[in-house]
């Protein structure tokens, strides 16, 4: 069976500073590996997807993730950090199967 | 731009009445999903359906049921509503299978409250 974890449930950084939001996944074969932000009161919105090639994606507002094949991870990353970036971020994967897994996601605060 | 839209934003219900939580796309995906968000529990599966009239079961499927009659709808039926189903449900489709390569696109939400 695979899964995803998100080990923070939030995550608080200052306006201008570098951000992290880990994820770890457990699969059988090769993964495809997703993020998603869900702003307040809204649905979910893709951020970016790692599906083969170079580890490092980049995808929306800035935001970038890298795949760690030996780690199993996927951390969400972004060098300078705005206000309008608070929000609840997904990690989700899938496979060859198709079917998806969310994590449980990380609460994003930052602050002024 | 992918759109899909959900009946509607807040909905109350009794306990023991039957509910329809409408959802429609308008990309032509063959993929259509139901999830149900709560608080630290991330996104669950209830159902998916690949193609019209499919439908396959998710992680929580129990207490639920699904309709798919057109390629564009896909309605999630709780046959007598308990208190325990009162969540936010989510409405997602995607591009054809293709093994999971491609990013789900979510509606905005219902937030069903069971009394």
């Known amino acids: 069976a695979q899964s995803v974890a998100q080990p923070e449930d939030q995550v608080n950084v200052a306006e201008g500073n570098p951000l992290t939001v880990k994820c770890t996944y457990s699969?059988?074969?090769?993964?495809?590996l997703f993020w998603y932000v869900q702003y307040p009161n809204r649905g979910l919105q893709f951020l970016l997807k790692?599906?083969?090639?170079?580890?490092l994606v980049k995808g929306s507002y800035g935001f970038e993730a890298e795949f760690n094949k030996s780690q199993t991870s996927f951390h969400l990353k972004k060098p300078s950090a705005l206000v309008s970036d608070s929000a609840l971020y997904f990690c989700?994967?899938?496979?060859?199967?198709?079917?998806?897994?969310f994590g449980d996601g990380t609460t994003l605060t930052v602050k002024p | 731009d992918v759109k899909v839209t959900q009946s509607s934003r807040y909905l109350v219900k009794r306990t023991g009445e039957k509910v329809f939580l409408e959802c429609v796309q308008d990309?032509?995906?063959?993929?259509m999903f139901w999830y149900r968000q709560d608080p630290g529990l991330g996104l669950r599966l209830i159902y998916f359906?690949?193609?019209?009239?499919?439908?396959e079961k998710g992680d929580i499927p129990e207490g639920y049921s699904v309709s798919r009659e057109k390629k564009e709808r896909f309605s999630l039926i709780l046959e007598s509503a308990s208190t325990n189903q009162t969540s936010m449900y989510l409405c997602?489709?995607?591009?054809?299978?293709?093994?999971?390569?491609?990013?789900?696109?979510f509606g905005p939400g219902t937030r069903l409250t069971v009394t």
């Open positions: 997602a489709s995607s591009p054809n299978l293709a093994g999971g390569l491609y990013e789900q696109y």
């Open positions: 699969v059988s074969g090769n993964p495809y």
């Open positions: 790692y599906i083969t090639g170079d580890n």
């Open positions: 989700a994967v899938s496979t060859n199967a198709g079917k998806s897994t």
């Open positions: 990309m032509d995906h063959e993929n």
């Open positions: 359906s690949y193609d019209v009239k499919m439908k």
